[in-house]
T-cell receptor
Framework: NAGVTQTPKFRILKIGQSMTLQCTQDMNHNYMYWYRQDPGMGLKLIYYSVGAGITDKGEVPNGYNVSRSTTEDFPLRLELAAPSQTSVYFC???????????FGEGSRLTVL | AQTVTQSQPEMSVQEAETVTLSCTYDTSESNYYLFWYKQPPSRQMILVIRQEAYKQQNATENRFSVNFQKAAKSFSLKISDSQLGDTAMYFCAFMNYGGATNKLIFGTGTLLAVQP
């Protein structure tokens, strides 16, 4: 029972590099989310999707892009990494008509 | 816009004692969900308990219970018989009920340390 799977778990990037954080869920959830968690802070919403082909911005979308070509996958793209993007990133999913979010284990990204 | 406030950055409790974590929120909506999530050192986010705003009865899950005061917009978490495994960051969260964009809004968290 995999749930929500994120890769990689850890990554170090140089300023200006690009990368994609992968997120896959096997629960057939329509709603998927990307959050970032800065040290000592709560989670802030970056982007979300209510179904395949539909995405929208959250609170802190600048510097990120997403796509949702399938129900299962919701990758997060960083095009030009900046030190301000050093954070732990969480992907989450949920059924359309319930409130419970299922989270991945997080991806720790450091930009130097 | 909705906001969630956790005014206790850190708390400590002795094993087997009871501790209450505070949370207040601000919304003009009448229907919504409230949650408490636990984040242990492993970083995994784990749902502890949820409360639907239309329900007057406070939610309970084993040693975890909430005190939901809708008029005061307060949603505190009580942990009874604290265990060492309860040591974690606890986040209060709010979500509107219904609509196409049910985003979860988190507070800044309370770090709970259970002392042996």
């Amino acid at each position: 029972n995999a749930g929500v799977t994120q890769t990689p778990k850890f990554r170090i990037l140089k300023i200006g590099q690009s990368m994609t954080l992968q997120c896959t869920q096997d629960m057939n959830h329509n709603y998927m989310y990307w959050y970032r968690q800065d040290p000592g802070m709560g989670l802030k919403l970056i982007y979300y999707s209510v179904g395949a082909g539909i995405t929208d911005k959250g609170e802190v979308p600048n510097g990120y892009n997403v796509s949702r070509s399938t129900t299962e996958d919701f990758p997060l793209r960083l095009e030009l990494a900046a030190p301000s993007q050093t954070s732990v990133y969480f992907c989450a999913s949920r059924l359309s008509n319930t409130g419970e979010l299922f989270f991945g284990e997080g991806s720790r990204l450091t930009v130097l | 816009a909705q906001t969630v406030t956790q005014s206790q950055p850190e708390m400590s409790v002795q094993e087997a004692e009871t501790v209450t974590l505070s949370c207040t929120y601000d919304t003009s909506e009448s229907n919504y969900y409230l949650f408490w999530y636990k984040q242990p050192p492993s970083r995994q986010m784990i749902l502890v308990i949820r409360q639907e705003a239309y329900k007057q009865q406070n939610a309970t899950e084993n040693r975890f219970s909430v005190n939901f005061q809708k008029a005061a917009k307060s949603f505190s978490l009580k942990i009874s018989d604290s265990q060492l495994g309860d040591t974690a960051m606890y986040f209060c969260a709010f979500m509107n009920y219904g609509g196409a964009t049910n985003k979860l809004i988190f507070g800044t968290g309370t770090l709970l340390a259970v002392q042996p």
